[in-house]
């Protein structure tokens, strides 16, 4: 159930808070464990011992970039469809976030953690369509913010957090901006074919940069 809200008043329910809290979790672990392999293969038992300091800083660094550049994606995406006048929450996806996990484990990526899901008022398409590109937008603010790490910090956490921080959040706008299934690029596409195409263009050319020129930094 839908937590009861006030017109335009931001309010977040208890399974929402948990739901929220443990797709950061899982999606700081899923990441860790892609970009570390030596935790991985350390929690598998294949190498004889597991690197503890080094699996808490990763998850740490993953959980304050990866994770932050998922949620805050989709609360943006419930900021604004409460700003329209729809109950608005996040859901995650339990499945999915075991999978993403697994698949870390593996060697994969794969993330998927849930969504926001809006419901009451009738929107009109370029509502529906500014609910959508919430998402993508914040992920390039997100990059933005990240980015001065990357010109100033030393070597070290600093600069492997901002080389983290803007690298999967301009991959994230540009993959949500793709124009298929449930992703927000078929739903802004929708709405206005400009305003898919400069926010898409610019997405896409940027994360390009950003894995040939910053990458990763774990």
């Known amino acids: 159930m839908y937590q009861q809200q006030k017109s335009g008043e931001i309010r977040f329910s208890g399974r929402e808070i948990r739901d929220l809290g443990a ?10 464990f892609f970009f570390r392999r030596d935790v991985a293969f350390g929690l598998l038992g294949a190498t004889g011992q597991f690197p503890l300091d080094t699996a808490i800083v990763t998850l740490l660094m993953s959980m304050g970039t990866v994770g932050v550049g998922f949620l805050l994606h989709e609360l943006a995406h419930k900021v604004v469809a409460i700003r329209f006048g729809r109950v608005a929450e996040f859901r995650a996806d339990y499945t999915m976030l075991a999978l993403a996990i697994g698949l870390g484990l593996a060697g994969f990526l794969f993330a998927a ?3 926001v899901y809006h ?4 929107v009109t398409s370029r509502q529906n369509g500014l609910i959508a590109v919430a998402g993508p937008v914040t992920n390039l603010l997100l990059a933005a913010v990240f980015f001065p790490l990357v010109v100033v910090a030393p070597d070290g956490l600093l600069l492997q957090a901002g080389q983290l921080g803007v690298s999967v959040n301009l991959i994230l706008a540009a993959f949500n ?3 298929f299934g449930p992703l927000d690029g078929r739903t802004v596409i929708g709405w206005s074919i400009i305003v898919f ?3 898409f263009t610019v997405s896409a050319a940027l994360a390009v940069w950003a894995v040939l020129f910053v990458g ?3």
Not at 23 to 32: D, R
Not at 119 to 122: P, V, Y
């Open 113 to 115: 953690p849930g969504a």
């Open 177 to 179: 901006m793709l124009p």
């Open 23 to 32: 797709a950061w979790l899982a999606l700081g672990v899923a990441f860790t």
């Open 119 to 122: 419901m009451g008022r009738e």
């Open 197 to 199: 195409a400069l926010v």
């Open 216 to 218: 990763f930094g774990l």
